[in-house]
């Protein structure tokens, strides 16, 4: 156990809807990375956000946002949903930037 | 941008025997980290190793263990003993340690997929 968690665990919606995948971090943490995991894109970094500020992003589609709270858990809304969405969605968290990411077990996220 | 390669799909592994896995990457920075995961069945992402790229000494886990080729841009990794549970999705990743707009990015290989057989 990474003590990253990651709500839902699976998520069955249909294309056009909207949701929002849940993460809270390992005590501690303060960085929060969240990854998409597709079989054919691979593992791909969408975006980081440090002590509630974004830091960086990556291929990150304008139809899906994130964002950090003041407790730390962080949130990414994926709206306008796409057959090509279905995804394995990961949140990692750190320290900081120089620390090892440790990665929560993930949403499924499967769009009909 | 960094490219991570990882140009073996599969590997399969007697328990008890060795296995290295091969990793290259793409940089034209000095400073970095390299590091290997590991996803089983579960999907979960299992960090094994950590490299810093400014430490010449090789970093060692356990069984697991990397030969890090700076110059050649090579990051391999060694499973020792090899046991039933380190049948996975082994990824190499690789992190800037420079300040700029992805600095906390980890950028993924492909994937080789460790198939260890009784």
């Known amino acids: 156990d990474s003590g990253v968690t990651q709500t839902p665990k699976h998520l069955i919606t249909a294309t056009g809807q909207r949701v929002t995948l849940r993460c809270s971090p390992r005590?501690?943490?303060?960085?929060v990375y969240w990854y998409q995991q597709s079989l054919d894109q691979g593992l791909q970094f969408l975006i980081q956000y440090y002590n509630g500020e974004e830091r960086a992003k990556g291929n990150i589609l304008e139809r899906f946002s994130a964002q950090q709270f003041p407790d730390l858990h962080s949130e990414l809304n994926l709206s306008s949903l796409e057959l090509g969405d279905s995804a394995l969605y990961f949140c990692?968290?750190?320290?900081?930037?120089?620390?090892?990411?440790?990665f929560g077990p993930g949403t499924r996220l499967l769009v009909l | 941008a960094q490219t991570v390669t990882q140009s073996q799909p599969e590997m399969s592994v007697q328990e008890a025997e060795t296995v290295t896995l091969s990793c290259t990457y793409d940089t034209s920075e000095s400073d970095y980290y390299l590091f290997w995961y590991k996803q089983p069945p579960s999907r979960q992402m299992i960090l094994v190793i950590r490299?810093?790229?400014?430490?010449?000494q090789n970093a060692t886990e356990n069984r697991f263990s990397v030969n890090f080729q700076k110059a050649a841009k090579s990051f391999s990794l060694k499973i020792s003993d090899s046991q039933l549970g380190d049948a996975a999705m082994y990824f190499c990743a690789y992190r800037s340690a420079e300040a700029t707009d992805s600095w906390g990015k980890l950028q993924f290989g492909a994937g080789t997929q460790v198939v260890v057989t009784p």
């Open positions: 990692a968290s750190s320290v900081g930037y120089t620390h090892p990411q440790y």
């Open positions: 490299q810093e790229a400014y430490k010449q």
């Open positions: 005590s501690g943490d303060l960085s």
